[in-house]
């Protein structure tokens, strides 16, 4: 019961510090979308755009809440650096690396990608930590088990 509540916190948390980050950072990171010829999207706030980011946000908040609690070992928030430096290398950064060989969109937009997921998901990871406490969930189901 207490991993269903500890998912529940974790997942809103996760949820909302994504979302915020994920947001002010494109923002600021809007100048060099703006100049790159090949990328000329402008953010137009339409109901389904709202919706699909809703959306991702929730997957996002769900997976990053439920792999983190399998493997949390009560480290705490140096747990959640790690967790989040680790989540960036896998979601993150060889999205990130094929779309820069196969899109010409030079280097820079791909590296603030990388970036801005790196803060969000170390920042996240962070919140997850904290909000999951010293105890190791993880470990502690393995010694019931056994």
């Known amino acids: 019961m207490a991993q269903n509540q500890n998912f529940t916190k974790i997942w809103m948390a996760v949820a909302i510090v994504s979302f915020v980050l994920h947001f002010s950072l494109e923002r600021l990171a809007r100048p060099s979308f703006a100049?790159?010829?090949l990328m000329p999207w402008h953010?137009?706030?339409?109901?389904?755009?709202?919706?699909i980011l809703a959306l991702a946000t929730f997957i996002l908040a769900s997976a990053f809440a439920y792999i983190f609690l399998q493997g949390y070992r009560g480290g705490g928030a140096a747990e959640g650096v790690r967790f989040g430096i680790w989540a960036t290398l896998l979601a993150s950064v060889p999205v990130n690396l094929a779309f820069a060989a196969v899109l010409?969109?030079?280097r820079r937009i791909p590296a603030e990608f990388i970036a801005i997921d790196l803060v969000t998901y170390v920042a996240c990871g962070v919140v997850a930590a904290m909000l999951a406490g010293k105890s190791a969930p993880a470990a502690q189901e393995r010694k019931a088990a056994a």
């Open 35 to 37: 100049n790159n010829q």
């Open 43 to 51: 953010l137009q706030p339409t109901v389904s755009a709202t919706i």
């Open 104 to 106: 010409p969109e030079g």
